[in-house]
């Protein structure tokens, strides 16, 4: 009975994604979706806390106020920034947005997404502060 010979394998670092800065954005922006779902989340309690009433909605607002929610939030609210803005930066590449027969450039599209992205925020805090 003969067997194959055994190639070389060079060992490969557990943390071999964090050597490259293309790596660790994707690897980042990958963990960035845990993040994205803990948002959804942390909505739909405050849907269901406001939908049971004042007592549940202020038992959410103390909660909330916690010291680790709210490093929480903060953590997540950073990987969702990283996460849109590698999502924007993304769709120039994805789309190929036709003009009257000519390719729009890639910064306009960049562009406009940050635009629209600028005028729903000021929209949003003009709602929620009015």
Do not use: C
């Amino acid at each position: 009975m003969t067997t194959a010979p055994r190639l070389y394998r060079k060992p490969v670092s557990l943390i071999w994604w964090a050597q490259r800065r293309s790596y660790l954005l994707f690897v980042l922006r990958e963990l960035s979706s845990v993040f994205v779902a803990w948002f959804v989340v942390y909505l739909l309690l405050l849907i269901h806390a406001v939908s049971s009433g004042n007592d549940e909605y202020q038992r959410f607002l103390n909660w909330s106020a916690s010291p680790w929610v709210v490093a929480l939030n903060t953590i997540a609210l950073l990987f969702v920034l990283l996460h849109a803005i590698t999502w924007f930066d993304l769709a120039p590449k994805a789309m190929v947005v036709r003009v009257r027969g000519r390719r729009v450039a890639p910064v306009v599209v960049l562009g406009l997404h940050y635009l629209l992205w600028a005028v729903l925020t000021a929209l949003v805090l003009w709602v929620v502060l009015r």
